[in-house]
Protein backbone atom coordinates (compact mmCIF):
# COMPACT_ATOMS: atom_id res chain seq x y z
CA UNK A 1 0.00 0.00 0.00
CA UNK A 2 1.48 3.25 -0.99
CA UNK A 3 1.77 5.66 1.53
CA UNK A 4 -0.21 8.77 -0.16
CA UNK A 5 -3.39 7.17 -1.86
CA UNK A 6 -5.52 9.88 -3.89
CA UNK A 7 -9.29 9.18 -5.42
CA UNK A 8 -10.18 8.55 -7.72
CA UNK A 9 -7.67 8.31 -10.08
CA UNK A 10 -9.58 9.45 -13.24
CA UNK A 11 -12.25 11.98 -13.26
CA UNK A 12 -14.53 13.56 -15.74
CA UNK A 13 -16.35 16.54 -15.70
CA UNK A 14 -19.04 18.66 -17.65
CA UNK A 15 -17.76 22.41 -17.20
CA UNK A 16 -19.29 23.98 -14.22
CA UNK A 17 -19.39 21.01 -11.97
CA UNK A 18 -18.06 20.90 -8.21
CA UNK A 19 -14.89 19.17 -8.28
CA UNK A 20 -13.47 16.98 -5.38
CA UNK A 21 -10.29 15.11 -5.15
CA UNK A 22 -8.97 12.85 -2.18
CA UNK A 23 -6.20 12.38 -0.79
CA UNK A 24 -5.39 9.78 2.25
CA UNK A 25 -1.91 9.23 3.67
CA UNK A 26 -0.84 6.75 6.42
CA UNK A 27 2.53 8.58 7.97
CA UNK A 28 2.68 11.44 10.14
CA UNK A 29 4.13 14.61 8.02
CA UNK A 30 4.71 17.95 8.19
CA UNK A 31 3.26 19.79 5.61
CA UNK A 32 1.06 18.75 2.38
CA UNK A 33 1.51 19.95 -1.41
CA UNK A 34 -1.26 19.93 -3.91
CA UNK A 35 0.42 20.16 -7.56
CA UNK A 36 -1.00 20.17 -11.00
CA UNK A 37 0.62 18.82 -13.85
CA UNK A 38 -0.21 19.47 -17.41
CA UNK A 39 0.15 17.42 -20.36
CA UNK A 40 4.16 17.98 -21.29
CA UNK A 41 5.46 17.62 -17.94
CA UNK A 42 5.23 21.35 -15.82
CA UNK A 43 4.13 20.72 -12.39
CA UNK A 44 2.93 24.09 -10.57
CA UNK A 45 2.79 23.99 -6.55
CA UNK A 46 -0.76 25.03 -5.80
CA UNK A 47 -1.36 24.84 -2.44
CA UNK A 48 1.14 23.80 0.94
CA UNK A 49 -0.78 23.43 3.72
CA UNK A 50 -0.45 21.71 7.21
CA UNK A 51 -4.00 22.49 8.81
CA UNK A 52 -7.17 24.05 8.33
CA UNK A 53 -7.87 25.41 4.61
CA UNK A 54 -7.06 27.52 1.87
CA UNK A 55 -8.30 29.38 -0.80
CA UNK A 56 -7.00 30.45 -4.54
CA UNK A 57 -9.56 31.76 -6.33
CA UNK A 58 -11.77 28.46 -7.61
CA UNK A 59 -9.25 26.36 -6.10
CA UNK A 60 -9.84 25.09 -1.92
CA UNK A 61 -7.75 22.71 -0.40
CA UNK A 62 -8.40 21.26 3.25
CA UNK A 63 -6.78 18.75 5.69
CA UNK A 64 -7.52 17.01 8.84
CA UNK A 65 -4.51 16.45 10.21
CA UNK A 66 -6.50 13.48 12.73
CA UNK A 67 -7.87 11.58 10.00
CA UNK A 68 -4.75 12.08 7.62
CA UNK A 69 -6.81 13.14 4.88
CA UNK A 70 -6.82 16.12 2.82
CA UNK A 71 -9.32 17.19 0.09
CA UNK A 72 -8.67 19.54 -3.25
CA UNK A 73 -11.89 21.21 -4.34
CA UNK A 74 -12.56 22.88 -7.84
CA UNK A 75 -15.68 25.28 -7.78
CA UNK A 76 -17.15 25.97 -11.61
CA UNK A 77 -14.57 23.63 -12.97
CA UNK A 78 -13.60 24.55 -16.46
CA UNK A 79 -11.39 22.82 -19.63
CA UNK A 80 -8.53 24.62 -18.36
CA UNK A 81 -8.88 22.96 -15.29
CA UNK A 82 -8.24 19.86 -16.95
CA UNK A 83 -4.55 18.43 -15.76
CA UNK A 84 -3.32 15.86 -13.62
CA UNK A 85 -3.34 16.86 -9.58
CA UNK A 86 -1.04 15.30 -7.42
CA UNK A 87 -0.99 15.44 -3.44
CA UNK A 88 2.48 14.76 -1.92
CA UNK A 89 3.27 14.68 1.85
CA UNK A 90 6.21 16.03 3.85
CA UNK A 91 7.12 13.09 6.23
CA UNK A 92 7.23 14.11 9.73
CA UNK A 93 10.89 14.93 10.89
CA UNK A 94 11.69 15.93 6.93
CA UNK A 95 11.31 19.31 5.99
CA UNK A 96 12.67 18.15 2.43
CA UNK A 97 11.78 15.26 1.25
CA UNK A 98 8.26 14.67 -0.57
CA UNK A 99 6.55 11.35 -0.90
CA UNK A 100 4.00 11.74 -4.03
CA UNK A 101 0.61 10.30 -4.77
CA UNK A 102 0.07 8.82 -8.70
CA UNK A 103 -2.12 11.82 -9.39
CA UNK A 104 -5.35 12.13 -9.98
CA UNK A 105 -6.33 13.03 -14.04
CA UNK A 106 -9.53 15.36 -14.17
CA UNK A 107 -10.45 16.00 -17.79
CA UNK A 108 -13.45 18.68 -17.58
CA UNK A 109 -15.32 18.47 -20.81
CA UNK A 110 -17.70 21.66 -22.22
CA UNK B 1 12.24 34.10 -16.86
CA UNK B 2 13.40 33.94 -13.33
CA UNK B 3 12.26 30.24 -12.87
CA UNK B 4 13.91 27.03 -12.38
CA UNK B 5 14.73 25.78 -16.00
CA UNK B 6 16.30 22.62 -16.89
CA UNK B 7 18.19 21.73 -20.23
CA UNK B 8 17.46 20.05 -22.52
CA UNK B 9 14.17 19.11 -22.85
CA UNK B 10 14.34 16.15 -24.85
CA UNK B 11 17.17 13.46 -25.04
CA UNK B 12 17.08 10.36 -27.01
CA UNK B 13 19.86 8.31 -26.71
CA UNK B 14 20.84 5.02 -27.30
CA UNK B 15 21.56 2.35 -24.46
CA UNK B 16 25.02 2.80 -23.13
CA UNK B 17 25.55 6.09 -23.74
CA UNK B 18 25.96 8.57 -21.15
CA UNK B 19 23.41 11.70 -20.86
CA UNK B 20 23.79 14.57 -18.15
CA UNK B 21 20.76 16.64 -17.38
CA UNK B 22 21.13 20.57 -16.02
CA UNK B 23 18.70 22.20 -13.70
CA UNK B 24 19.22 26.10 -12.94
CA UNK B 25 17.03 27.07 -9.97
CA UNK B 26 15.52 29.98 -8.72
CA UNK B 27 18.80 31.96 -7.67
CA UNK B 28 17.82 32.64 -4.21
CA UNK B 29 16.84 29.41 -3.70
CA UNK B 30 19.23 27.04 -1.81
CA UNK B 31 17.33 23.77 -1.94
CA UNK B 32 17.73 21.59 -5.12
CA UNK B 33 15.68 18.38 -5.85
CA UNK B 34 15.73 15.84 -8.49
CA UNK B 35 12.60 13.31 -9.09
CA UNK B 36 11.61 11.02 -11.70
CA UNK B 37 8.67 10.40 -12.75
CA UNK B 38 7.47 7.93 -15.38
CA UNK B 39 4.60 7.48 -17.57
CA UNK B 40 1.01 7.06 -15.33
CA UNK B 41 2.73 7.54 -11.31
CA UNK B 42 3.72 10.57 -9.24
CA UNK B 43 6.94 11.57 -8.85
CA UNK B 44 9.27 9.69 -7.21
CA UNK B 45 12.43 11.16 -4.49
CA UNK B 46 15.90 10.77 -6.22
CA UNK B 47 18.21 13.49 -4.43
CA UNK B 48 18.20 16.41 -2.43
CA UNK B 49 20.88 19.25 -1.72
CA UNK B 50 20.95 22.23 0.59
CA UNK B 51 23.46 24.60 -0.92
CA UNK B 52 26.13 22.50 -2.65
CA UNK B 53 26.20 19.70 -0.01
CA UNK B 54 23.90 16.67 -1.35
CA UNK B 55 22.31 15.56 2.06
CA UNK B 56 20.44 12.74 0.76
CA UNK B 57 20.24 9.91 -2.20
CA UNK B 58 17.68 7.62 -3.09
CA UNK B 59 18.17 3.98 -2.98
CA UNK B 60 16.58 4.37 -6.79
CA UNK B 61 19.80 5.81 -7.85
CA UNK B 62 22.24 3.25 -8.28
CA UNK B 63 26.19 3.75 -8.77
CA UNK B 64 25.46 4.88 -12.67
CA UNK B 65 23.58 8.06 -11.18
CA UNK B 66 25.54 11.06 -10.04
CA UNK B 67 24.41 14.34 -9.20
CA UNK B 68 26.07 17.81 -8.07
CA UNK B 69 26.14 20.93 -7.38
CA UNK B 70 29.40 22.42 -7.55
CA UNK B 71 28.57 26.27 -6.51
CA UNK B 72 25.25 25.56 -4.84
CA UNK B 73 23.79 27.33 -7.97
CA UNK B 74 22.66 25.00 -10.83
CA UNK B 75 23.14 21.26 -10.39
CA UNK B 76 23.98 18.50 -12.79
CA UNK B 77 22.55 15.25 -13.50
CA UNK B 78 24.52 12.39 -15.30
CA UNK B 79 23.37 8.91 -16.24
CA UNK B 80 26.18 6.88 -17.09
CA UNK B 81 25.58 3.40 -19.08
CA UNK B 82 21.91 4.47 -20.07
CA UNK B 83 19.30 1.51 -19.68
CA UNK B 84 15.87 1.47 -21.26
CA UNK B 85 14.42 1.56 -17.45
CA UNK B 86 16.04 4.85 -17.27
CA UNK B 87 13.51 6.13 -19.39
CA UNK B 88 11.60 8.53 -17.56
CA UNK B 89 10.74 12.75 -16.98
CA UNK B 90 13.49 13.75 -15.19
CA UNK B 91 12.28 16.72 -12.88
CA UNK B 92 14.07 19.74 -10.90
CA UNK B 93 12.59 21.71 -8.22
CA UNK B 94 13.65 24.30 -6.16
CA UNK B 95 12.51 26.31 -2.61
CA UNK B 96 14.14 28.77 -0.53
CA UNK B 97 15.86 28.73 2.46
CA UNK B 98 13.64 27.39 5.76
CA UNK B 99 10.95 24.59 5.50
CA UNK B 100 9.32 22.55 4.76
CA UNK B 101 8.67 25.27 1.44
CA UNK B 102 7.41 25.88 -1.38
CA UNK B 103 8.52 24.24 -4.21
CA UNK B 104 8.98 25.27 -7.42
CA UNK B 105 9.53 23.18 -10.49
CA UNK B 106 11.43 23.13 -13.98
CA UNK B 107 9.36 22.14 -17.57
CA UNK B 108 11.24 18.39 -16.92
CA UNK B 109 13.63 16.32 -19.12
CA UNK B 110 12.39 13.51 -20.96
CA UNK B 111 15.04 11.15 -21.48
CA UNK B 112 14.13 7.70 -24.10
CA UNK B 113 16.60 5.24 -24.09
CA UNK B 114 16.71 3.49 -27.25
Known amino acids: KNEVEQSPQNLTAQEGEFITINCSYS?????LHWLQQHPGGGIVSLFM???GKKKHGRLIATINIQEKHSSLHITASHPRDSAVYICAVYRGGSNYKLTFGKGTLLTVNP | DTGVSQDPRHKITKRGQNVTFRCDPISEHNRLYWYRQTLGQGPEFLTYFQNEAQLEKSRLLSDRFSAERPKGSFSTLEIQRTEQGDSAMYLC????????????FGEGSRLTVL
Open chain 1, 27 to 31: VGISA
Open chain 2, 93 to 104: ASSPPGGPGELF
Open chain 1, 49 to 51: LSS
